[in-house]
Antibody, heavy 120, light 108 residues
Framework: QVRLQESGPGLVKPSETLSLTCSVS????????WSWVRQSPGKGLEWIGY???????NYSPSLKSRVTISVDKSKDQVSLNLTSVTAADTAVYYC??????????????WGQGTLVTVSS | IQLTQSPSSLSASVGDRVTITCRAS??????LAWYQQKPGKAPNLLIY???TLRSGVPSRFSGTGFGTEFTLTIASLQPEDFATYYC???????????FGGGTKVEIK
Protein backbone atom coordinates (compact mmCIF):
# COMPACT_ATOMS: atom_id res chain seq x y z
CA GLN A 1 0.00 0.00 0.00
CA VAL A 2 1.46 3.33 -1.04
CA ARG A 3 1.68 5.83 1.80
CA LEU A 4 2.63 9.48 1.72
CA GLN A 5 3.57 11.51 4.77
CA GLU A 6 4.11 15.26 4.81
CA SER A 7 6.46 16.78 7.36
CA GLY A 8 7.80 20.19 8.19
CA PRO A 9 7.30 23.21 10.44
CA GLY A 10 3.73 24.01 11.36
CA LEU A 11 4.52 27.68 11.89
CA VAL A 12 6.42 29.95 9.52
CA LYS A 13 7.07 33.65 9.90
CA PRO A 14 5.98 36.12 7.23
CA SER A 15 8.57 36.70 4.49
CA GLU A 16 10.33 33.44 5.33
CA THR A 17 10.42 30.20 3.35
CA LEU A 18 7.98 27.35 3.86
CA SER A 19 9.71 23.99 3.44
CA LEU A 20 7.90 20.67 3.46
CA THR A 21 8.91 17.11 2.70
CA CYS A 22 6.75 14.27 1.47
CA SER A 23 8.07 10.81 2.31
CA VAL A 24 6.84 7.98 0.11
CA SER A 25 6.65 4.38 1.28
CA UNK A 26 5.14 1.17 -0.03
CA UNK A 27 5.90 1.93 -3.64
CA UNK A 28 8.47 3.30 -6.02
CA UNK A 29 8.80 7.00 -6.62
CA UNK A 30 9.62 6.23 -10.22
CA UNK A 31 7.29 6.59 -13.21
CA UNK A 32 4.86 8.87 -11.38
CA UNK A 33 4.16 12.53 -10.92
CA TRP A 34 4.31 13.97 -7.42
CA SER A 35 2.02 16.87 -6.73
CA TRP A 36 1.51 19.48 -4.05
CA VAL A 37 -1.98 20.82 -3.38
CA ARG A 38 -3.06 23.18 -0.65
CA GLN A 39 -6.32 24.12 1.00
CA SER A 40 -6.80 27.34 2.90
CA PRO A 41 -9.12 27.09 5.91
CA GLY A 42 -12.69 26.63 4.74
CA LYS A 43 -11.72 26.92 1.08
CA GLY A 44 -11.31 24.67 -1.93
CA LEU A 45 -8.31 22.85 -3.34
CA GLU A 46 -5.50 24.79 -4.99
CA TRP A 47 -2.81 23.20 -7.12
CA ILE A 48 0.74 24.32 -6.32
CA GLY A 49 2.77 22.25 -8.76
CA TYR A 50 4.10 18.83 -9.59
CA UNK A 51 7.31 17.07 -10.48
CA UNK A 52 7.89 14.00 -12.57
CA UNK A 53 10.26 11.51 -10.99
CA UNK A 54 12.83 12.42 -13.63
CA UNK A 55 12.85 15.98 -12.31
CA UNK A 56 10.65 17.86 -14.79
CA UNK A 57 8.44 20.35 -13.00
CA ASN A 58 5.31 22.40 -13.64
CA TYR A 59 4.00 25.08 -11.33
CA SER A 60 0.81 27.03 -10.88
CA PRO A 61 1.19 30.35 -12.70
CA SER A 62 0.01 32.21 -9.60
CA LEU A 63 2.77 30.69 -7.44
CA LYS A 64 5.48 30.00 -10.00
CA SER A 65 7.77 32.82 -8.93
CA ARG A 66 7.91 31.53 -5.36
CA VAL A 67 7.75 27.73 -5.67
CA THR A 68 10.36 25.05 -6.07
CA ILE A 69 9.56 21.33 -6.03
CA SER A 70 12.33 18.76 -6.04
CA VAL A 71 12.66 15.00 -5.78
CA ASP A 72 15.25 12.87 -3.99
CA LYS A 73 14.98 9.41 -5.53
CA SER A 74 17.54 7.94 -3.13
CA LYS A 75 15.33 8.83 -0.16
CA ASP A 76 11.92 8.47 -1.88
CA GLN A 77 11.10 12.04 -0.91
CA VAL A 78 9.57 15.03 -2.63
CA SER A 79 10.14 18.52 -1.30
CA LEU A 80 8.29 21.81 -1.53
CA ASN A 81 9.79 25.23 -0.96
CA LEU A 82 7.61 28.32 -1.01
CA THR A 83 9.43 31.61 -0.50
CA SER A 84 8.31 35.00 0.83
CA VAL A 85 5.22 33.62 2.55
CA THR A 86 2.36 35.75 3.82
CA ALA A 87 -0.75 35.00 5.84
CA ALA A 88 -2.45 34.07 2.57
CA ASP A 89 -0.22 31.01 2.41
CA THR A 90 -1.71 29.59 5.60
CA ALA A 91 -3.23 26.29 4.54
CA VAL A 92 -3.20 22.54 4.82
CA TYR A 93 -0.58 21.29 2.39
CA TYR A 94 -1.04 17.90 0.75
CA CYS A 95 1.30 15.84 -1.34
CA UNK A 96 -0.17 13.37 -3.78
CA UNK A 97 0.96 10.77 -6.25
CA UNK A 98 -0.34 11.31 -9.75
CA UNK A 99 -0.59 9.10 -12.76
CA UNK A 100 -1.00 10.25 -16.31
CA UNK A 101 -2.27 7.83 -18.92
CA UNK A 102 -4.73 7.61 -21.79
CA UNK A 103 -7.58 8.47 -19.44
CA UNK A 104 -5.87 11.64 -18.32
CA UNK A 105 -4.28 12.80 -15.11
CA UNK A 106 -5.43 11.79 -11.67
CA UNK A 107 -4.08 11.76 -8.13
CA UNK A 108 -4.60 8.35 -6.63
CA UNK A 109 -2.72 8.53 -3.33
CA TRP A 110 -2.61 11.44 -0.93
CA GLY A 111 -0.83 12.25 2.28
CA GLN A 112 -2.87 13.19 5.32
CA GLY A 113 -1.91 16.82 4.93
CA THR A 114 -0.05 19.18 7.21
CA LEU A 115 -1.28 22.54 8.45
CA VAL A 116 1.14 25.40 7.97
CA THR A 117 0.33 28.68 9.64
CA VAL A 118 2.09 31.87 8.61
CA SER A 119 2.31 34.19 11.56
CA SER A 120 4.86 36.23 13.49
CA ILE B 1 -9.45 26.27 -18.39
CA GLN B 2 -11.97 26.90 -15.62
CA LEU B 3 -14.20 24.29 -14.01
CA THR B 4 -17.55 25.39 -12.62
CA GLN B 5 -19.37 23.02 -10.30
CA SER B 6 -23.07 23.18 -9.53
CA PRO B 7 -24.64 23.31 -7.14
CA SER B 8 -22.11 24.60 -4.63
CA SER B 9 -24.04 22.78 -1.94
CA LEU B 10 -27.07 20.55 -1.63
CA SER B 11 -29.11 18.87 1.05
CA ALA B 12 -30.23 15.31 0.52
CA SER B 13 -31.51 12.32 2.44
CA VAL B 14 -30.11 8.84 2.72
CA GLY B 15 -31.29 6.86 -0.28
CA ASP B 16 -31.64 9.89 -2.55
CA ARG B 17 -30.14 10.03 -6.01
CA VAL B 18 -27.68 12.92 -6.19
CA THR B 19 -26.19 14.53 -9.29
CA ILE B 20 -23.35 17.05 -9.34
CA THR B 21 -22.35 18.90 -12.49
CA CYS B 22 -18.93 20.16 -13.58
CA ARG B 23 -18.70 22.44 -16.59
CA ALA B 24 -15.42 23.21 -18.33
CA SER B 25 -14.80 26.55 -20.03
CA UNK B 26 -13.29 24.73 -23.03
CA UNK B 27 -13.54 21.26 -24.51
CA UNK B 28 -11.50 18.84 -22.42
CA UNK B 29 -12.47 15.54 -24.02
CA UNK B 30 -12.85 12.95 -21.26
CA UNK B 31 -9.99 14.25 -19.13
CA LEU B 32 -11.78 14.82 -15.84
CA ALA B 33 -11.47 13.30 -12.40
CA TRP B 34 -13.74 13.41 -9.35
CA TYR B 35 -12.66 13.42 -5.71
CA GLN B 36 -14.48 13.09 -2.41
CA GLN B 37 -13.21 14.96 0.64
CA LYS B 38 -14.48 14.49 4.17
CA PRO B 39 -13.82 17.08 6.89
CA GLY B 40 -10.23 16.98 8.13
CA LYS B 41 -9.23 14.37 5.56
CA ALA B 42 -7.36 14.34 2.29
CA PRO B 43 -9.27 14.11 -0.97
CA ASN B 44 -9.98 10.61 -2.23
CA LEU B 45 -10.07 9.73 -5.93
CA LEU B 46 -13.43 8.36 -7.04
CA ILE B 47 -13.50 8.55 -10.83
CA TYR B 48 -10.99 9.35 -13.56
CA UNK B 49 -11.25 9.63 -17.30
CA UNK B 50 -14.73 11.07 -16.69
CA UNK B 51 -16.31 7.64 -16.18
CA THR B 52 -13.76 5.10 -14.93
CA LEU B 53 -14.54 4.05 -11.40
CA ARG B 54 -11.46 3.62 -9.26
CA SER B 55 -11.02 0.14 -7.91
CA GLY B 56 -12.64 -0.19 -4.50
CA VAL B 57 -15.04 2.71 -4.94
CA PRO B 58 -18.68 1.65 -4.45
CA SER B 59 -20.65 1.15 -7.64
CA ARG B 60 -23.30 3.64 -6.53
CA PHE B 61 -20.86 6.30 -7.75
CA SER B 62 -20.77 6.93 -11.48
CA GLY B 63 -19.44 9.58 -13.81
CA THR B 64 -20.50 10.63 -17.27
CA GLY B 65 -19.68 13.34 -19.74
CA PHE B 66 -17.44 14.42 -22.58
CA GLY B 67 -16.35 17.75 -23.92
CA THR B 68 -17.48 20.47 -21.54
CA GLU B 69 -20.19 18.99 -19.35
CA PHE B 70 -19.70 16.24 -16.81
CA THR B 71 -21.75 14.71 -14.02
CA LEU B 72 -21.06 12.73 -10.89
CA THR B 73 -24.02 10.69 -9.74
CA ILE B 74 -24.54 8.91 -6.44
CA ALA B 75 -27.31 6.43 -7.12
CA SER B 76 -28.46 5.97 -3.53
CA LEU B 77 -26.86 8.30 -1.00
CA GLN B 78 -25.36 6.58 2.02
CA PRO B 79 -24.46 8.16 5.40
CA GLU B 80 -20.74 7.95 4.59
CA ASP B 81 -21.24 9.91 1.36
CA PHE B 82 -21.86 13.22 3.07
CA ALA B 83 -18.78 15.13 2.03
CA THR B 84 -17.48 17.70 -0.44
CA TYR B 85 -16.89 16.64 -4.03
CA TYR B 86 -14.40 18.22 -6.43
CA CYS B 87 -13.82 17.82 -10.14
CA UNK B 88 -10.32 18.20 -11.55
CA UNK B 89 -8.75 18.63 -14.98
CA UNK B 90 -5.15 18.60 -16.11
CA UNK B 91 -4.38 20.75 -19.13
CA UNK B 92 -1.41 19.80 -21.24
CA UNK B 93 -0.52 22.97 -23.10
CA UNK B 94 0.59 24.69 -20.97
CA UNK B 95 0.59 22.15 -18.16
CA UNK B 96 -1.79 23.22 -15.44
CA UNK B 97 -4.08 21.54 -12.96
CA UNK B 98 -7.49 22.97 -12.12
CA PHE B 99 -10.04 22.06 -9.49
CA GLY B 100 -13.69 22.92 -9.48
CA GLY B 101 -14.99 24.97 -6.58
CA GLY B 102 -16.49 21.97 -4.83
CA THR B 103 -19.98 20.73 -4.00
CA LYS B 104 -20.86 20.11 -0.39
CA VAL B 105 -23.41 17.34 0.13
CA GLU B 106 -25.17 17.77 3.44
CA ILE B 107 -27.75 15.81 5.37
CA LYS B 108 -31.32 16.96 4.89
Amino acid sequence: QVRLQESGPGLVKPSETLSLTCSVSGGSIGNFYWSWVRQSPGKGLEWIGYIYYSGNTNYSPSLKSRVTISVDKSKDQVSLNLTSVTAADTAVYYCARADFDSTGYYEDYWGQGTLVTVSS
Amino acid sequence: IQLTQSPSSLSASVGDRVTITCRASQVISQFLAWYQQKPGKAPNLLIYGASTLRSGVPSRFSGTGFGTEFTLTIASLQPEDFATYYCQHHDTFPPALTFGGGTKVEIK
